[in-house]
């Protein structure tokens, strides 16, 4: 066989490839499910959503107390011009809690709420970074002195992360400072840092890795829990929600008022797609 038909040859094989490879892609067009499954990796993703996180943690402090947290996280985008969202992220924390603070007993009501703004591009730029800004606000909507931190405060916030096919990889983190609130609780100036990473199946599983850890700059200490969840996204009648959980892993914590070793998180998400 000469060169010049052996690499005639080859050119139509690559064709071929390249014809099927194009064909496979037309065929394996994102269901929907799939399609919301990979926006629920992406915080700022045009896509209301009402997830109802569980969070459950033991050994918290000197006493051995445990904490279960049900995290109400809303998360409404509005369109403000032809390229641009804000999107409205929300978490309220409704926790019930034993011997968290040394033999403090039970409490049982609402945390301290944390606001996010997020001003958003609605296209990803030309390296493919999917980019969201903006302010974070704390408010001290505790219903109890040991749920919250009794402190008004406020800082800035930002997302940056890549979807490549099933593929997301980013990074959320915000500052906040305390700025007013009770003389004798102590001040709030805490960095949160979440890295993450995720993968999602064609049939709208997805499997997801994170921290979110909080440096605590008053104490100089650490928090940092491990997460990996496993999710799908299904449909109740017309309703689409997503449903997972997975354990969850203290790597570092305050000796006094953190939480060590194995919790788990469960959660529902009901999605509202446009």
């Known amino acids: 066989m000469t060169q010049g038909m052996f690499c005639f040859r080859l050119a139509v094989i690559a064709g071929v490839l390249f014809f099927m490879g194009q064909v496979s892609a037309l065929a394996e067009e994102p269901s929907q499910e799939e399609t919301m499954a990979r926006?629920?990796?992406?915080?700022?993703?045009?896509?209301?959503?009402?997830?109802?996180?569980?969070?459950?943690?033991?050994?918290?402090?000197?006493?051995?107390?445990?904490?279960?947290?049900?995290?109400?996280?809303?998360?409404?985008?509005?369109?403000?011009?032809?390229?641009?969202n804000l999107i409205s992220r929300t978490i309220l924390p409704v926790i019930s809690q034993n011997d968290t603070a040394g033999d403090s007993g039970d409490q049982t009501g609402t945390g301290d709420v944390l606001q996010s703004l997020f001003l958003s591009p609605k296209a990803p730029t030309s390296n493919g970074w999917i980019l969201g800004a903006g302010p974070v606000f704390l408010l001290p909507?505790?219903?109890?002195?040991?749920?919250?931190?009794?402190?008004?405060?406020?800082?800035?916030?930002?997302?940056?992360?890549?979807?490549n096919g099933p593929l997301t990889i980013g990074l959320l983190g915000n500052q906040v400072w305390s700025?007013?609130?009770?003389?004798?609780?102590?001040?709030?100036?805490?960095?949160?840092?979440?890295?993450?990473?995720?993968?999602?199946?064609?049939?709208?599983?997805?499997?997801?890795?994170?921290?979110?850890?909080?440096?605590?700059?008053?104490?100089?200490?650490?928090?940092?829990?491990?997460?990996?969840?496993?999710?799908?996204?299904?449909?109740?009648?017309n309703q689409p929600i997503s449903i997972g959980g997975g354990p969850r892993y203290w790597a570092d914590s305050p000796d006094d008022t953190g939480a060590e070793g194995w919790g788990g998180r469960f959660f529902v998400t009901f999605l509202f797609p446009k």
């Open 39 to 84: 926006q629920l990796q992406n915080p700022v993703a045009n896509l209301i959503t009402v997830p109802f996180q569980f969070n459950a943690d033991q050994n918290i402090g000197v006493a051995d107390g445990d904490r279960v947290t049900l995290n109400i996280q809303p998360v409404i985008p509005v369109s403000i011009s032809q390229d641009w």
């Open 141 to 163: 909507t505790a219903s109890d002195e040991l749920l919250g931190g009794e402190k008004w405060g406020a800082g800035p916030t930002a997302v940056a992360l890549r979807q």
């Open 179 to 237: 700025y007013a609130g009770d003389d004798d609780r102590k001040t709030v100036n805490s960095t949160f840092l979440q890295p993450f990473i995720g993968y999602t199946t064609p049939s709208a599983w997805s499997v997801t890795l994170n921290t979110e850890s909080t440096y605590n700059w008053t104490d100089n200490q650490w928090s940092v829990p491990i997460n990996a969840v496993v999710s799908k996204v299904v449909r109740i009648g």
